[in-house]
């Protein structure tokens, strides 16, 4: 399954996962952002369970902001894993 979802309060636009239907992480791509970084996360999630990645990112902070793209990938999964049901 792939689902797309559109960032808040970061640099990057939009974040698209796809995952399996183990819920394992197949992949990740983010629009924008700091592209070197998010490909080095992607990676690194990669074949992981999506519940697990996001125990990792969620709430991970980007200076004084509130959200940072680890955590709109966080998001993203979730709204994936909520879709499966």
Known sequence: MTYTRKNCGTCSMATRVALNA???IEAVEVMGGCNGNLQGIG???KGMKAEDAIGKLKGIR????STS???????ALEEALAQMG
Do not use: E
């Open 43 to 45: 990676s690194l999630i």
């Open 62 to 65: 980007c200076g004084t902001k």
């Open 69 to 75: 793209c680890p955590d709109q990938i966080a998001a």
């Open 22 to 24: 183990d819920h394992t």
